[in-house]
């Protein structure tokens, strides 16, 4: 049985429809909407190993360190004709790592990309 992933996670029946913006299937690298225009910033704290290791890729902004970005995408992203591979993954900031797949957040922003309906 499928789950809805924008309205709470209802229960979807196969043969039924309910939910506009079901989706199977989500592909992390194929999607990429929570790294491009639809959040406007990631911030990161100073402690996260993220700043020592990748330093050329923050920037402070209004006193706040976020992640660099290349207009409206994220600077770590290299995109690709249908993928949106992070170049730093393995070394991603918090924030990033807390970003859940299929989660309420995930769904704004490709609901937001025009991705999801």
């Known amino acids: 049985m499928s789950r809805c992933r924008r309205y709470g996670g209802a229960r979807i029946e196969p043969d039924w429809p309910a939910c506009v913006a079901h989706t199977a299937d989500l592909d992390c690298l194929a999607c990429g909407a929570c790294c491009r225009e639809a959040y406007h910033a990631v911030e990161v704290g100073p402690r996260d190993p993220f ?31 249908g993928a949106w591979p992070c ?12 970003f859940e797949r299929g989660q309420a957040n995930c769904v704004d922003a490709r609901v937001r990309l025009g991705i999801t309906p």
């Open 51 to 81: 700043v020592r290791a990748h330093p050329e890729r923050v920037v402070s902004q209004d006193g706040r360190l976020n992640v660099a970005r290349e207009g409206k995408i994220c600077g770590c992203l290299a995109p690709k004709p």
């Open 87 to 98: 170049v730093v993954y393995d070394d991603r900031p918090k924030t990033c790592r807390d």
